[in-house]
């Protein structure tokens, strides 16, 4: 590591290339919107009112009303009803 | 709802309980089943993942998994039911068969030539609705109709689905063979007559008003006389004379008449806009054995506004001979009106001086005879021969 320079790439490519962070893109739909979420470790709470989904790094909850998942290849979540509030957590706790 | 592939492929639906439902999640996310789950624990997977999750499930919580589903569900249910397949399989046969026959023949282009005429020239070479369209060769049957038809320019054939588009290009002036114009002429008399008027335009003028003319007279000559001698010129000019000529019709007692015997439907289509669907069309009819009489009915909206709709129909009317005796009243009637059908065509480009008709029954016969004092233009271009 002597003399090496750390090199800043972008964040797109940080996302696509770290195995611990993941992805969202929240889309308008005619159920409300949809969410689809890469990078999902596994689905902790998953009630109408709110989706729990675990990262390497973190937590994503969503909230909302009429929620519903499905699960898609390459740990790919996508969630479907009227999301208010998608909530950001950096660790475990 | 079920995605394409899953409607294809076949899916199932099933259900867990309430509180395994994250469970059941996790674990179709940790083995990347596709499937769509909501809180209740209702969820859909695709059929294909049926077993590998029924292996991983079964010993972890209770679920139920219904029927398949989609398309292949109905392939499932349906698979000791050998009527539909044998129905699919016909079907199909028979969609393959007949996509293969010529369905419809539209032409379009002519504007002397009835359509009747180039079906009949298209039958003729072996085109017709019911031909496979395999044994058509396109090109061959163009260059034999562009052959056997010099009325016919242009013609092509192009298929779209089972119809055939015929498209003609009729030829110009068929039958008229334009004869150069004579480099030396005289103008002679086309019929006897007395010169009324007389304007030349080039060359002598060989009459005078007044003068009285047999048919083939010089009227106007191209042979010019000057100093030098004798010059040689293209005549040109009108010579207007008063002519008789008597015009004769008759009207037999006994008449053949033509009686209509059957009304058939020979076709029937609606036209929305420009595009045409037909209902009805027999191919059976042709003009020379039968009349054609072609009705279109347009609709309107409340008698104002006119749709874009309109019925096309036509029917073919079949004919047989009677023979009847007529009246002479009927006889006078007809051989007048057959005789001012003649006056009106021979003299519509003449003036008519006067005409004195007179009538008289012979032999089951009635013949009227009128007598036309006309003035008319009787020059007629001749080319004078030089040896």
Same mark, same amino acid.
């Given at each position: 590591?002597?003399?090496?320079?750390?090199?800043?790439?972008?964040?797109?490519?940080?996302?696509?290339?770290?195995?611990?962070?993941?992805?969202?893109?929240?889309?308008?739909?005619?159920?409300? @919107?949809? @969410?689809?979420?890469?990078?999902?470790?596994?689905?902790?709470?998953?009630?109408?009112?709110?989706?729990?989904?675990?990262?390497?790094?973190?937590?994503?909850?969503?909230?909302?009303?009429?929620?519903?998942?499905?699960?898609?290849?390459?740990?790919?979540?996508?969630?479907?009803?009227?999301?208010?509030?998608?909530?950001?957590?950096?660790?475990?706790? | &709802?079920?995605?394409?592939?899953?409607?294809?492929?076949?899916?199932?639906?099933?259900?867990?309980?309430?509180?395994?439902?994250?469970?059941?999640?996790?674990?179709?996310?940790?083995?990347?089943?596709? /499937?769509?789950?909501?809180?209740?624990?209702?969820?859909?997977?695709?059929?294909?993942?049926?077993?590998?999750?029924?292996?991983?499930?079964?010993?972890?919580?209770?679920?139920?998994?219904?029927?398949?589903?989609?398309?292949?569900?109905?392939?499932?249910?349906?698979?000791?039911?050998?009527?539909?397949?044998?129905?699919?399989?016909?079907?199909?046969?028979?969609?393959?068969?007949?996509?293969?026959?010529?369905?419809?023949?539209?032409? /379009?282009?002519?504007?002397?030539?009835?359509?009747?005429?180039?079906?009949?020239?298209?039958?003729?070479?072996?085109?017709?609705?019911?031909?496979?369209?395999?044994?058509?060769?396109?090109?061959?049957?163009?260059?034999?109709?562009?052959?056997?038809?010099?009325?016919?320019?242009?013609?092509?054939?192009?298929?779209?689905?089972?119809?055939?588009?015929?498209?003609?290009?009729?030829?110009?002036?068929?039958?008229?063979?334009?004869?150069? /114009?004579?480099?030396?002429?005289?103008?002679?008399?086309?019929?006897?007559?007395?010169?009324?008027?007389?304007?030349?335009? =080039?060359?002598?003028?060989?009459?005078?008003?007044?003068? $009285?003319?047999?048919?083939?007279?010089?009227?106007?000559?191209?042979? $010019?006389?000057?100093?030098?001698?004798?010059?040689?010129?293209?005549?040109?000019?009108?010579?207007?004379?008063?002519?008789?000529?008597?015009?004769?019709?008759?009207?037999?007692? %006994? $008449?053949?008449?033509?009686?209509?015997?059957?009304? %058939?439907?020979?076709?029937?289509?609606?036209?929305?806009?420009?595009? =045409?669907?037909?209902?009805? %069309?027999?191919?059976?009819?042709?003009?020379?054995?039968?009349?054609?009489?072609?009705?279109?009915?347009?609709?309107?909206?409340?008698?104002?506004?006119?749709?874009?709709?309109?019925?096309?129909?036509?029917? =073919?009317?079949?004919?047989?001979?009677?023979?009847?005796?007529?009246?002479?009243?009927?006889?006078?009637?007809?051989?007048?009106?057959?005789?001012?059908?003649?006056?009106?065509? &021979?003299?519509?480009?003449?003036?008519?001086?006067?005409?004195?008709?007179?009538?008289?029954?012979?032999?089951?016969?009635?013949?009227?005879?009128?007598?036309?004092?006309?003035?008319?233009?009787?020059?007629?271009?001749?080319?004078?021969?030089?040896?």
């Amino acid at each position: 590591m002597t003399g090496n320079k750390k090199r800043l790439l972008p964040s797109a490519i940080l996302t696509s290339l770290s195995p611990s962070s993941f992805h969202i893109e929240i889309k308008k739909s005619s159920r409300g @919107a949809v @969410a689809v979420v890469s990078g999902v470790m596994s689905i902790g709470n998953f009630t109408e009112e709110c989706v729990e989904l675990l990262s390497h790094s973190g937590r994503l909850t969503l909230v909302g009303d009429s929620l519903e998942i499905s699960v898609l290849e390459g740990r790919v979540v996508e969630i479907f009803g009227r999301i208010t509030e998608v909530r950001l957590s950096y660790g475990k706790t | &709802m079920a995605r394409l592939d899953e409607f294809v492929f076949g899916y199932r639906r099933g259900s867990v309980e309430k509180k395994h439902v994250a469970k059941a999640a996790n674990l179709l996310l940790k083995n990347e089943i596709c /499937s769509v789950i909501t809180p209740e624990g209702a969820f859909r997977i695709r059929e294909k993942d049926r077993k590998r999750f029924l292996a991983l499930a079964k010993p972890k919580f209770r679920f139920d998994l219904g029927e398949p589903l989609g398309v292949y569900g109905f392939l499932h249910r349906s698979r000791r039911r050998y009527g539909i397949f044998a129905a699919v399989i016909t079907l199909l046969c028979i969609c393959l068969f007949t996509s293969g026959l010529v369905w419809d023949v539209r032409i /379009s282009g002519n504007e002397r030539l009835s359509d009747y005429v180039i079906e009949d020239a298209l039958i003729a070479n072996g085109f017709e609705v019911g031909t496979p369209w395999r044994k058509v060769d396109k090109n061959a049957l163009e260059a034999e109709i562009l052959t056997e038809r010099p009325d016919i320019a242009w013609i092509s054939i192009n298929r779209r689905g089972t119809v055939a588009y015929v498209e003609v290009i009729e030829s110009e002036n068929v039958g008229i063979i334009e004869q150069a /114009s004579p480099k030396y002429s005289n103008i002679v008399a086309e019929r006897d007559g007395v010169i009324e008027e007389i304007t030349v335009k =080039s060359g002598v003028a060989a009459v005078k008003v007044g003068d $009285v003319v047999r048919k083939g007279d010089i009227l106007i000559s191209g042979v $010019v006389e000057n100093e030098s001698g004798v010059s040689f010129c293209r005549a040109e000019g009108s010579v207007r004379a008063q002519s008789v000529l008597n015009v004769t019709s008759e009207a037999s007692r %006994k $008449v053949n008449e033509k009686q209509p015997l059957k009304r %058939k439907l020979a076709y029937a289509r609606v036209v929305i806009f420009n595009f =045409s669907i037909n209902i009805f %069309k027999n191919y059976g009819n042709r003009e020379n054995s039968c009349d054609i009489i072609e009705e279109i009915r347009e609709f309107a909206l409340f008698d104002k506004y006119r749709l874009p709709i309109r019925l096309e129909t036509a029917h =073919s009317i079949e004919y047989g001979e009677s023979s009847r005796i007529r009246s002479e009243d009927e006889m006078i009637l007809v051989a007048r009106r057959e005789l001012d059908g003649k006056i009106y065509s &021979m003299f519509k480009d003449a003036d008519v001086i006067s005409l004195s008709t007179s009538g008289e029954f012979g032999d089951g016969i009635y013949y009227l005879t009128s007598r036309v004092v006309y003035s008319t233009d009787i020059g007629k271009e001749s080319a004078i021969e030089i040896n």
